[in-house]
C-alpha cells in the first residue's frame, strides 16, 4: 500500500523531536482521571482563571462593548457601564476597519501599538517607537516569528537557559535548529554564571553550530527568580562580544513577590548603558496579557518590540506576520486595556486599583506559603519564588525510586509526579520537561491555587511526599545538586 503524507513515519520528522512537556504525560494522564470523576488541581499550567483568579472588571468591561457596539446605542448603557469603559470601547472601535470582526494590519492596530508604546517609555524612560512594536496571538506566536526569522538551518543554534520553558526547546525543534542550553545555578538561586555561558558556546561552535541568539526569561520560568541590573549588564556585554541577538522574554514583568530585585527591562539596561552597545546590540522583547494581574491567558493579546533591528529585517518579520493575516483583534483590545488601564481621577480607577492589587498582594502571600510548605518537606528543597507564577523545587529520590522508575520505562522524576497525580490530584510538570542537570530531579508547580485552598494542597503534598520517601528509602542516599 503506498504511503500517505501524514501516515506518522511520512510526517515532517521536526515536528516529531519538538517536544511540549506543559501538556504532555503528566497532562494527558491528569485530563483520563479528570473524565473518570477525579477532582483533578492542574498546578501544571500558569493559567490564572482556570485557577480561581477572577477577571479584572474594567477590561472585560471595555471588551465586552466592542464585542457589542449595539450596547453603546442603548440610553441606558450608562446604567451599566461606567463613563470610562464607554469612552474607552468608543476609542478603541475608532481604530478599527469595521468592529471586532475586521482584520486589523498584521502588525497590529496602530492606535494601540501607539498606547503599548507610550507604556514602553514610561516603564523605561526612552521613547519607544509603534512602528517597531508588533501585536501577536499572545507573547508565544511573537517568539515563533523571531525564532523562525533567526534560525536558517540545523546549523544555527539558539542559547536558552536550562531549566526552560518548552515552547524554546519545542520551537527551535520545530524550526531545525540546534538548541544550546546554559544552566543556571541552583546554589545561587537560579543565578548565571557568564562562564557556563561562554563554556556552552564554545562546545557549541566546537559541534560546528553556528549561536545566533541568546533567550533570556525575566522573571525565570520555571525558576521563578529575578535578574539585577548587573547581571542584565552582563548579559547584554556578552551578547555584543558575541554578536548575538537576545531575545528577552519579559512576560512576568509585573509578577514580582519581593523589593530587593524589582524587574527591570532588558531594553531600559540597554539604553542606560550608552555608547556604542545601546546603538548596536539586536533586542526582541516579549510581552503578554496572559500573566500578572489580567491573567487573560484565553485571549491571546501579546507583544514584542524590536530594538536596533535594521529596517530590511523589520520588513522582512513584518511579512512573516503577514502569513497569518491578523493577530486576534480582541487580544489587541486587551492589551490596550492592560498598557493604557484607568489612571487617578477616572471613575474606573480606585476598583481597577484595588482589584489589581489584590491579585498581587494575595500571589506574593501565596509564594511564600508554597515555598516554606516545600521545605518543610522530607528530601525537598524550594528556592523562593522571587517572581513569575511558579515553584520549582528540588526532589532528592531515593536510589530505589529511581530504581523503580527506571524498571517501569519511566524518568524518575515523571514517574514522581505520576504517583503524586494518583494520590492526590495535583497536576505538576517534572522536571524534565524544562531540562536539569544529570541526576538531580525536580517539579514544577504554579502559585495560582486559591490563597485559601493553599494550606490543603501543600498538606496533601506534604502527606504524599513524606510516605512516598519512607516507602523507597534506603542507606544509599539520594540524588542531589
Known sequence: MSRKALDYDQINENVKKAQYAVRGELYLRASELQKEGKKIIFTNVGNPHALGQKPLTFPRQVVALCQAPFLLD??????????DAIAK???????TAGGLGAYSDSRGLPGIRKEVAEFIGRRDGY??????IYLTDGASKGVMQILQTVIRGQGDGILVPVPQYPLYSAAISLFGGALVPY???ENANWGLDINNLRQSVA????????VRAMVIINPGNPTGQCLSVDNLQEILRYCHQENLVLLGDEVYQTNVYQDERPFISSRKVLLDMGGPISKELQLVSFHTVSKGFLGECGQRGGYFEMTNIPPQSVDEIYKVASISLSPNVPGQIFMGCMVSPPKPGDISYEQFLRESKGILESLRKRAHMMTDGFNSCKNVVCNFTEGAMYSFPQIKLP?????????AGKVPDVFYCLKLLEATGISTVPGSGFGQKEGVFHLRTTILPAEEDMPAIMESFKKFNDAFMTQYEDSRGYSRM
Do not use: C, H, Q
Not at 521613547?127 to 517597531?132: G, I, K, V, W, Y
Not at 536510589?399 to 524498571?407: L, R
Open 399 to 407: 536510589p530505589k525510586a529511581i530504581e523503580t522508575a527506571k524498571k
Open 74 to 83: 442603548d440610553p441606558n448603557v450608562g446604567l451599566i457601564f461606567p463613563a
Open 183 to 185: 544552566f543556571l545555578e
Open 89 to 95: 470601547a468608543k476609542l478603541y472601535l475608532s481604530y
Open 203 to 210: 562546545e557549541a561552535r566546537f559541534k560546528g553550530i553556528t
Open 127 to 132: 521613547p519607544s517607537d509603534p512602528e517597531l
